[in-house]
């Protein structure tokens, strides 16, 4: 059993000003890594570019960061930080710049190397440098990337097919009608050095936005509990991250949410990235990329939707009881009646589901943080 948690989080209000020196000591030039809008309607851009000033740091702004970061943005954040000589990076918003920051850095750190070395196991003899020291200033509740060491993102795949019968091929050129995008997480662990977390930030988010990432914390503390990898400290976390998330759950259905609210949301999704920190996620994460990619659903959207049948079809009835009591719920059908009041149904067509379910069963990465054996019946079912 091991515990690893490198991450200083400070939450309180005014935490960027108050740490700018602590912010400042990560390097003599910051990249800051975030998108077009939110962080400037929230305020905490111009509030780290106030720290930075203060302290004497030059900065540069990549601010074209989108909903699920490509590969090719990070890429060209990554070049803007190293003609501007940058050796730090500070994200700044939801799970998509943080995890765009972390992957940055890690390609500012080694600009030698292309883009597919970030999908690339390292091992020590490959001279790979470790990513450049990361601050997250997050603006939404939910993903928890300021205290993970992910950084998920999109990326153009092609079918094993193609892959195997073009080697040396440039498939991605000779095929693009074949080309799909998912989403991966890259093969590298980059945890962040500073997390400063001001719920503040959280006030200019729509109810959209609040309900889909309160319920992407909801299964990043449900898939770590529930889990293969599951151990008594990580329980600490996604136990606690449980029953905060329980003390909001009718008001976020009512979307009755001020300042207490918030607060709880991200105790509780920080916590759940501690958890997942130490677990990994598990099916129904794995089962949501292509439906994000391919229906343009958000992120916690379309991990929510598989929550009701993850629980149902989990292998060990007690322990999934026991999360619908950490809930508050009394019964499995009264959490998936919840569930479905609060995004919506949602219909995944058929033939994209089988490929789904297909995929996930041929990719063992997938499955190995659930603890049973799974077949096509019991997956297809989760829908
Ligand atoms: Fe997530």
New binding site residues.
Partial sequence: MMLYMPVKVYQEKKCVENHSRELAALGTKALIVTGKRSSRMNGSLDDVKNALVREGIPYTVFDEVEENPSVDTVKKAASLGASAGADFVIGIGGGSPMDAAKAAALLLANPERDTDFLYQKARPEDGVRAAVPVAEVPTTAG?GSEVTPYAILTKPVLPEIVLTTAPGADARHDFPHLERKTKQSISHHVFPALALVDISYLQTASRSSCVYTAV?TL??LIESHLNTNTTDYSRFYSEMGLRIWAKVKDRLLRYEIGEEERRLLMNACTLGGMAISHTG?SLP?GLSYPVTCEMGLP?GKA?GIFLPGFLRGYGDREEAMRVFSLLEFGSEQSFSEYIRALLGEVSIPDELWERDVNELLENPRKLKNYPFQLDHDRLWAMR
């Fill in positions: 993903t992407d299964a990043h996620t994460h992120h991990v």
